[in-house]
């Protein structure tokens, strides 16, 4: 189950990445599975058995200690966005296709549609939030800006969670390896040869820096 | 909207008989500068409010039951366990009768999360009865197939002839046509559509994903039977909606419906499933071009036919290109539409002028081998500077010949294979090139104000919305510019129906519309400071500029007074209201440009990599370099992955959707993407307007698609002619070419 929320290796490509989950079609049914499974738990007004009741997890979101109490059918991203108004990691596929969702686990890109929050617990996740220091924005926001490395913005949380991770791993990624890294993430405006820009002086940034 | 009235929205040019007031200059100092978007930091660090991100204390949260069939009678709703299950608050019935396609609305349900709305929408019950159904142009067409609506499953839409078609035929010394098909594209927002309503009293304010809130209001108020004064809409950021959200929703409707009854604010997020079923999409052409010329390569006549399918809509007028971008004296035009029972289509970034193009340009590069003409050559021997292919008023600036000179430079134009699959190997490379024409001239009427404050912060108004364009970006620079401020100084204000009115962001008009408005307005503001400022400083008004944030006598600059200190001694604060104002009849505007497309072609995958695309446009002056290339970047990424991957795809035996999520339905992801090298031709209108501008938003997605094509076909020396060229499709064509058919 591990791999189906990992988000990728950041060498493998976006379809690769689906392949991996068993096939294209067999990756998407294995995802709707996963959320289905408790989909129905609460249906007609059933009251949830205890175990599957509300539960407490303690986590670390963007440096602050958060105690939610969650359903086992919650994902992160529903907790983040709808508990704790954290919006910036959007739902735009909800169910693993797109990366708009994206946020750091423990430093871990994930795309955070895919993750029962109920596994959080424990855990270190930073979000596009948790990214620039007071007013000072992180290098790779800058970049983004100063490029242009978006249009309507909507991806753009995600495509720069998903650099920071690629930047973590490979601080001076070539051309392919930036176009590789962000495979995970679509953008529907087609921002993405501005976006390798963006990554790229990002890097130049952070080496700098 | 209906996709003809966004064309005449689009086509907003209508000759108006007067001149514009300000000519403008030459060169400005940040004007036309590559400058970083004002509100970056919003959105690099997750703070701009999309409609998804507005979570209101006590909202409810809608979500609407969906016919599975693609047509069936709907003969009973029973809601009573939905209305019983814990946590819900409302449910509505939309409709009993007949249902016409997969996702029409049938109920819909508010609760306190979306879970248990998920849960109650699987407790109403639906007594279905199928109906036969048609999902595909051809079955529709057929003999017997089942109405779709009340009339005939074709319609013609339009026709259009000049000349004389036969004699133009007489005429020419090759003959030949051709038929190009293009597939039903969906729009697949970042963003699905969104809307939140809420109630104050009899004032409805509704947050809307939304390319058109004077649209989704008008919309509403139409709908609910109340007033325009009564509804607000607002849009702070939107993830994208190229064409299909620029009027109310039905879902948005409903929200307000269920707002209303329950007192509390209430939120829809459509899913992607719905995303791709419901809220349009581009319908599917077949457009069949014959053409006539001399072996000189001279236009004789062009005929132009199509079919095309927007579903339960009607589909999209195609033919513009053809009527408008090369000299031909005779023109035959026709178009049909067929219905079918799937979603309706909608305006889809340049409607009709993406599939229009991709015929009309495969066909110009077909028809220049046949005559054993360079493509490009053969394109500038039929160049004309007058509307309706040389027949109509004059252009008031058409630079598309210079694009053509620009990009075959750029991309090496010599290089490509003479004759079509000349090229060796496995692997074959080639080029293609391909023309754009569109409107792009902007909307008369369009309201701004300037609003100066007395601390010296300075406000730009507009209800106008910024879709990924950057228009707060240029609304700041303009207003700056002519102030003699720095965009950062400017707080801009739009997206909100209690601003003044300014048009839908669609139809490449928002530029040309909302900066000149802004410009009039701060032209205003500028001569008012002036008329101050020169008696302070006891210099005649003509002789004061405004820079660096001072105002000065422009002959002894150290004669000054800052901006700040000049505008604390105003009474109060100061109103400008600006507009953009009319163009001068006897002229066409409209915006040009040229792609040209390097590819390579593995003929042992059929899989199609595209190397490098040279894009150059023609839109008079660009407003900011920065913006205005991700614009033309994101038309080009939209063109490949339309020739490559789109495909909305149907199952003809249960008349549904089979690829209504991002897996299937397949977008371009960073690893397609070429070199793309974005151009502008150095062009300002002299009349269009009061800053030369011409609009961007439809243009670079216009010839993209054409443009890869006809480079596939010089590198493999068959034309696929058809649109997604997926591998499968490379290969069939390439096995036709070897038989020799
Ligand atoms: S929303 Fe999570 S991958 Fe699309
Ligand atoms: S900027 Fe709009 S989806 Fe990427």
Redo the contacts with the bound molecule.
Sequence with gaps: MENTIKKKSRTVTRRAFLQGLGGGAAGAALATRMRGQNAGAGQAGIALPPALAQKTITFTVNGKSVSVDVEPRETL?EVLREKLKLTGA?????????????VLIDGQAV????FPAVRADGRQIITVEGLAEGETLHPVQQAFIEKDGYQCGYCTPGFIMSTVALLGQTPSPSLAEIKAGLSGNLCRCGNYVKIDEAVAAASQKMRKA | MKKNAYLKMAIGNKPQGKETSTPAPAEFKLIGKPTPRVDGKLVVTGRAMYTHDIFFKDMLYAKILRSPYASAEVAAVDLSAAQNLPGVKAVLKLKEGRVKYEGEQIAAVAAVNEKTAEEALKLIKVDYKALPYVVTPDKAMADGAPRVHDSANVEKINEYSRGNIDQGFAEAEVTFERTYKTAIEIHQTAETHASVAKWDEDELTVWDSTQAIFNVRDGLAEALGIPETKVRVIKMYMGGGFGSKLDANEHTIVVAKLAKETGRPVKITLSRKENSLCVGNRPSTQITIKGGARKDGTLTALSFRNTTCGGLDSGDQCSEPTIDVYKCPNVKVEEFTVFTNTGAGRATRAPGHVQGTFALEGFMEELAAELGLDPLEFRRKNYTTSNEGGTGIVYSSKGLDKCYDIGAQKIGWTRRNLKPGDGQGKKRRGLGMASQIWWGGGVPGTLADIKIHRDGSVEAVSGTQDIGCGTRTYMATVAAETLGLEPQDITVKIGDTVYPWAPISGGSLTAPSVAPAVRDAALQAAEHLRGIAAKKLSVPAADIVLADKKLFDKNKPENSIAFKDLVKGLRREAVFHGERGPMPAGFAYNTFGAHFAEVEVDTETGRISVLKVVAVHEIGRVLNRLTAESQVVGGITQGISTALFEERVLDENTGKMVNPN?QTYKIATSMDMPEIVPLFVDLVDPRINNLGNKGLGEPPRIPSSAAVANAVYNAVGVHLREIPMTPDKVLKALRGKEAGS
């Design positions: 991203l959007k739902k735009t596929c909800d169910r693993g296709e797109c990366g708009g969702c994206t795309y955070s549609c895919l | 991002l």
